[in-house]
């Protein structure tokens, strides 16, 4: 993933599985015209009926979860966060996804699988995606397993010598037509041939979908129950063979640009358009890591790395903090807080500096330190006002979650209270201090 050929390589492959989703769509339509048999007469209608009727339902689907989801889905998992219950959030996570995936099967009659895919797109909007992701990784790691084992026991292993030829030219257009027809496309586009190859390389095997779609195949009487013995022969010897294919490239491509003439053609007058697509790369990737840090919590040591007040809690505590935790951001020169306000929440600085303003004085609170807290502990408004000094990085506490952590955890009420009234009396000290200056 970290070198711009990898990167086309896995774009390819990502390419390669979307659009497999859209045959996962409009196979059921097109079945019965290929000469298979849908289930329910899906097809009665006829082909042009029932390509247009599922389109329909696709993209009511599609307008339905991307337009709505994104506002309900995240508010929902805000609310559940809002309990404290780890195991509920997770729960939660896995019946929004399981929930959106069956539901547009059951529903718009689209595939288990795309709607897994839109469960995934929605679920990425929420402040609260990668907290999810992280709490679903030990069921990914399950699955994935149990899909590799799945996998092994449907392979029937006498396929090999009771069809050896048919599994020899289904390799053969895996490994070696699959393969060329990237590296003519690559090289059609204007780019190196060590991409082409290298990309040639990395899909020169099957795998997951391609048991998806055999099985429609199945199901709708497109394809005899051997056909999937096969794909999965071709799969299982596809991926073994993929560390030989890539020293096979790794030769063939050294052995044409060891040709000057082959070189300056195929290799050398390509650099610049390549040069262009890889900082085209680059600037995506950083805008994919900016995406990322706007969305990464911290976990439960780093939270109380920067604010200390947390370390009488446990870990598991300090991850049902983290829960009610919001990202928050500002800019320079920005306005976080202005005095006469209605307090609506408090802010820990995770980084950067702000500058607060209060009876006149000005005070820099760096990270670690927090603020906000005085007016929601009191009920009355914002007394200060705060501004950011630089770029500043921020965890939000709402008004009702910092009621309820402080009265879930007694000992951060006690810490909270006491930095109040001592940054109360510094304050008053303050305007004191300045009428007295007034008054002289």
């Not at 506002?71 to 966060?81: F, K």
């Not at 000057?260 to 390549?274: H, L, M, Q, S, W």
């Not at 955890?409 to 304050?427: L, S």
């Amino acid at each position: 993933m970290s070198a711009p050929n990898g990167r086309i390589a896995i774009g390819w492959l990502v390419v390669e599985d979307l659009t497999m989703v859209m045959v996962l769509v409009l196979l059921p339509a097109l079945a019965e015209a290929l000469g298979g048999k849908v289930p329910g007469g899906a097809g009665e209608h006829g082909l042009v009926a029932s390509l247009a009727l599922t389109l329909v339902k696709v993209a009511a689907f599609g307008a339905i979860v991307l337009l709505v989801g994104p506002r309900v889905l995240p508010w929902i998992l805000r609310q559940v966060a809002r309990t404290g219950s780890r195991e509920l959030f997770t729960l939660a996570v896995l019946a929004l996804s399981l929930g959106i995936a069956f539901g547009s099967a059951e529903l718009f009659g689209v595939s288990f699988a795309l709607g897994a895919f839109f469960a995934g797109v929605v679920l990425n909007e929420s402040d609260l995606s990668h907290k999810a992701a992280a709490n679903s990784l030990p069921l990914q790691d399950a699955f994935a397993v149990l899909f590799f084992v799945s996998v092994g026991m449907l392979f029937d292993p006498s396929i090999l010598w009771r069809e050896p030829l048919m599994v020899a030219a289904i390799l053969a257009f895996i490994l070696v037509v699959k393969a060329l027809n990237a590296t003519a496309i690559v090289l059609a586009m204007g780019f190196p041939l060590s991409t082409a190859t290298y990309v040639a390389g990395s899909i020169a095997q099957i795998g997951e979908f391609s048991f998806i779609l055999a099985g429609l195949g199945i199901g709708f009487a497109l394809l005899p129950p051997e056909g999937l013995s096969l794909l999965l022969a071709g799969s299982i010897i596809s991926i073994t063979l993929n560390g030989l294919v890539f020293a096979g490239r790794t030769a063939i491509t050294a052995a044409a640009l060891a040709r000057p003439g082959v070189r300056t053609i195929v290799e050398d007058a390509r650099a610049p358009k390549f040069a262009l697509l890889v900082q085209d790369l680059e600037n995506a990737r950083i805008a994919a890591e900016a995406k990322a840090a706007a969305h990464k919590t911290m976990s439960p040591e780093e939270l109380v790395a920067h604010f200390p007040m947390f370390s009488s809690l446990t870990s598991e505590q300090r991850e049902v903090v983290l829960l009610h935790l919001l990202p928050h951001a500002a800019q320079p020169g920005e306005r976080i807080i202005r005095h006469g306000d209605e307090a609506d929440a408090v802010f820990f600085v995770s980084s950067g500096e702000v500058e607060v303003v209060v009876a006149g004085k000005h005070i820099r609170l760096g990270a670690g330190s927090f603020f906000g807290e005085m007016a929601l502990i009191s009920g009355g408004t914002r007394s200060a006002d705060v501004t950011a000094l630089d770029y500043c990085k921020f965890l939000k506490l709402t008004r009702s979650d910092f009621d309820e952590i402080l009265r879930r955890y007694p000992a951060i009420r006690e810490q909270v209270t006491k930095m109040a009234e001592q940054r109360d009396e510094m304050n008053r000290k303050l305007a004191e201090a300045q009428a007295a200056g007034h008054r002289s």
